[in-house]
């Protein structure tokens, strides 16, 4: 399948501390990523994008770094707050007509006072 | 509120039976998007409508079925319903066809949770 959710990793982290959550995308043509935040009983919540031409872009408190050589993506949350204990997806969009989102399995994050 | 509303939010039915879930977009959004969400499969994307019309199609079964109306809402329905559909169904909107950066994001609506008994 595209995108397996059998195992969900749990990031746990201190309450004021960065968070740095970690995807690894699949395909190469890919041309556009999204972060989401999916907290429970909610649907997911955009955070950040990035096109594929950029590496890097910031937004409030968070960070978003591409890296296309290895296919990586990564999310950093700046003094993470218990609000923003949540799920956390990577989706990626292929360049060209297919136009539709592969969401990756997904990362807990769980913060703690 | 993100502007997406989905109804029912929980629907509880028997196996074998049909069922149709609402979906109503972000004001001036013509582009509805439907995705599964179960536990063992993740975000699924089974189908998108762009003003009216089909525009992509993903792992969507032969017992779904989707339209999108002339007021740009969208209804999805699930037929021969199966222990396995019971999952949460998520419907997004953007503001045109194509996925992109800007009004073109997906905004999600909160879900309809299904349970087939």
């Known amino acids: 399948g595209e995108s397996v959710g059998l195992h969900l990793p749990t990031l746990s982290v201190q309450e004021g501390d960065n968070s740095i959550i970690n995807c690894a995308y699949s395909?190469?043509?890919?041309?556009?990523f999204i972060w989401y935040k999916q907290e429970s009983g909610k649907g997911p919540q955009f955070i950040i994008d990035i096109r594929s031409n950029m590496d890097k872009r910031q937004g409030q408190r968070v960070t978003v770094l591409l890296n296309k050589t290895v296919k990586h993506l990564s999310l950093q949350i700046a003094a993470t707050q218990p609000g923003d204990s949540a799920v956390y997806f990577c989706a990626e969009k292929m360049r060209g007509g297919y136009n539709k989102l592969i969401f990756g399995a997904g990362t807990r994050l769980a913060v703690h006072p | 509120d993100s502007g997406v509303t989905q109804t029912p939010k929980h629907l509880i039915t028997a196996t074998g039976q049909r069922v149709t879930l609402r979906c109503s977009p972000r004001s001036g959004d013509l582009s509805v998007y439907w995705y599964q969400q179960s536990l063992d499969q993740g975000l699924q994307f089974l189908i998108q409508y762009y003003n009216g019309e089909e525009r992509a199609k993903g792992n969507i079964l032969e017992r779904f079925s989707a339209q999108q109306f002339p007021d740009l809402h969208s209804e999805l329905n699930l037929s021969s319903l199966e222990l396995g559909d019971s999952a949460l169904y998520f419907c997004?909107?953007?503001?045109?066809?194509?996925?992109?950066?800007?009004?073109?994001?997906?905004?999600f609506g909160a879900g309809s949770r299904l349970t087939v008994l």
């Open positions: 997004a909107s953007s503001a045109w066809g194509q996925i992109d950066s800007g009004a073109n994001v997906l905004t």
């Open positions: 395909n190469s043509a890919s041309d556009y």
